[in-house]
């Protein structure tokens, strides 16, 4: 999904009205995006994450961008990327639900739902929420998810109101033969597809809770059999879609 050449400078000047600074003026402040999300935001040490395809993106459009977060490197064992050569900071989490970001709200410790956290820290411009898939894998219902999401948008909206919320769609995933885990979760490639499809198309209904919010589609981004190398998480391939995706849905977003 190639983006055209006069649309990246439309995103870059669009943007730059929305925060009041210009593309190429360095010394103003950088615009700031902060990531969320579980393993598909997070990479590890051979996959470099949508972000780094982001980050490129962003800068060839001629703005200066701060990615934000807490995390600096990636996976479970925290390790550099194939390709550090863009802002690595995130808040990706391999393995996290939907709960898991909200846990602080019950008191669960161990540093996770550290949400209030990160927004008072960083007050982003963007927000790119991911989250979900382990969700699906643990046989969370839809409904369930999808209010968590909605409990997710309140406090970003309460605490940071200015900052312009992208909710991605739940990925496809693989056959159940490439995914390996009908055993240790779902039972069935039929049930996955089913609660996929109903997550994403419930999440329409986050959009009517407060102003500046959209959904990206990474659904229909990614091609399962060719952009995800296990069936769950994006390959080189699917990760330009995913960021492809991000930064196409930040020029109509910007026009709230």
């Not at 001629?62 to 064992?77: A, I, M, P």
């Not at 309460?158 to 990925?171: D, K, R």
């Not at 009908?182 to 198309?201: E, H, M, S, W």
């Amino acid at each position: 999904m190639a983006l055209h050449p006069s649309r990246s400078i439309t995103l870059a000047w669009l943007l730059a009205a929305l925060i009041g600074i210009s593309p190429a003026a360095e010394h103003h402040q950088p615009i700031g995006i902060l990531p969320i999300g579980d393993s598909i935001t997070d990479g590890d040490g051979r996959h470099d994450s949508y972000r780094r395809h982001l980050w490129h993106l962003l800068r060839n459009a001629e703005y200066k961008v701060d990615f934000l977060g807490s995390r600096h490197l990636n996976g479970y064992y925290n390790e550099q990327p194939p390709n550090p050569d863009f802002d690595m900071d995130h808040e990706g989490h391999s393995g996290w639900t939907t709960r898991d970001v909200l846990s602080e709200l019950s008191g669960s410790g161990e540093g996770r739902g550290q949400l209030g956290d990160w927004l008072s820290t960083h007050a982003p411009a963007f927000i790119l929420l991911q989250i979900g898939t382990n969700d699906i894998l643990k046989c969370e219902d839809t409904n369930g998810i999808v209010a968590r999401i909605k409990q997710m948008v309140a406090i970003i909206h309460s605490i940071t109101p200015s900052s312009t919320i992208l909710i991605s769609t739940v990925l496809p995933l693989g056959s159940a033969q490439s995914l390996g885990f009908d055993d240790a979760y779902c039972p069935g490639k039929r049930g996955l597809d089913t609660a996929v499809n109903a997550l994403n198309q419930n999440l329409q209904g986050v959009l009517s809770e407060v102003a500046r919010v959209d959904i990206v589609d990474l659904n229909r981004a990614i091609d399962p059999a060719s952009d995800l190398y296990d069936g769950i998480h994006p390959n080189a391939s699917g990760e330009r879609r995913i960021a492809e995706a991000w930064f196409a849905a930040m020029t109509p977003a910007t026009t709230r």
